[in-house]
């Protein structure tokens, strides 16, 4: 199936490793031009020279916090000047604050500022500055990455969970609202992702990625490709009818936790 990629210029924010930077690999791999935001300088220069090399792409790579409205202006402002369009934005974010701990635990107010910041508000902000690019050409796809523990209350997943059903609410309302402009909007709900490519104090113990295994109907870990694929389609032209939705790739797991 041709994706209808090709010269599409994609936003992919949190992108210099997991989740964004797999999801940037793939759109680059269907020929998008892309355009990369995070904190770490050297990564994402490196990426970009390498979606360069392999896939012939344009990449844009633009150091710089999610948490910062000047850093936003200045991300958009590259895009203009490197650009002039935006067709697809990929709203990823950081983690929310760790360790995650059980709700009443959760008593430090700071930890959920922090947590609105880093999962809600700057997607919020993403999304209104990529609409004017995107409404100019009658053409969008945003896709925001939230976590399928919206959909099932996960011990000690308050934290996130709260502020992630919040970007679907606000995602569904804006699919609403912008779909006249020719722009889709749905959110990708993952779970069970394999990360270890994290660093050893932020990943899974043994014991951990054991009980994550098991919680999966396909009794396994997601890989990053699978992930990366869904969001890709999502972000497709042939995806033109799909809006207002949060797709779930969890294995299964929320429906088997909800059957069971
Ligand atoms: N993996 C899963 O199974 C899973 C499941 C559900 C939800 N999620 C969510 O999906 C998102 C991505 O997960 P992941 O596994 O890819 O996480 P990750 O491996 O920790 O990667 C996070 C990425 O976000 C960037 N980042 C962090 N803070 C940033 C900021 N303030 N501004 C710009 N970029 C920032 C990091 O780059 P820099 O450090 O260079 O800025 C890095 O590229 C997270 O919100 C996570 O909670 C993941």
Same mark, same amino acid.
């Given at each position: 199936m041709d994706l209808g990629l090709s010269g599409k210029v994609a936003l992919i924010t949190?992108?210099?490793?997991g989740i964004g930077m797999n999801v940037a690999k793939r759109l680059a791999s269907e020929g998008a031009d892309v355009v990369l935001l995070a904190r770490s300088a050297e990564k994402l220069e490196t990426l970009a020279a390498t979606f360069r090399d392999e896939y012939g792409v344009r990449a844009l790579p633009v150091v710089g916090s999610m948490l910062e409205t000047s850093d936003h202006d200045r991300l958009f402002a590259a895009i203009k000047d490197e650009f002039?369009? @935006?067709?697809?934005?990929?709203v990823n974010t950081g983690r929310p604050p760790s360790p995650l701990r059980s709700a009443l635990d959760e008593t430090d107010r700071s930890r959920w500022h922090q947590s609105y910041d880093t999962l809600l508000s700057c997607v919020i902000e993403i999304t209104q500055r990529a609409h004017p690019l995107m409404s100019a050409n009658s053409w969008g796809r945003m896709i925001a990455i939230t976590s399928a523990s919206v959909h099932l209350a996960m011990p000690h997943h308050a934290l996130s969970t709260v502020f992630r059903a919040g970007v679907e609410a606000y995602m569904k309302h804006l699919s609403s609202e912008i779909g006249k402009d020719g722009i889709t909007v749905n959110c990708v709900a993952p779970a @069970?992702?394999?990360?270890?490519?994290?660093?050893?104090?932020?990943s899974y113990s043994p014991e951990q990625t054991a009980r994550r295994r098991e919680m999966s109907a396909m009794k396994r870990l997601g890989t990053h490709e699978e992930l990366a694929s869904v969001v890709t389609f999502l972000a497709s032209?042939?995806?033109?009818?799909?809006?207002g939705e949060s797709i779930r790739v969890d294995g299964g797991m929320v429906t088997a936790a909800l059957h069971r």
């Open positions: 949190a992108s210099s490793g002039g369009r @935006l067709d697809i934005a990929i @069970l992702i394999d990360s270890s490519h994290r660093e050893a104090a932020v032209v042939p995806a033109g009818f799909v809006t």
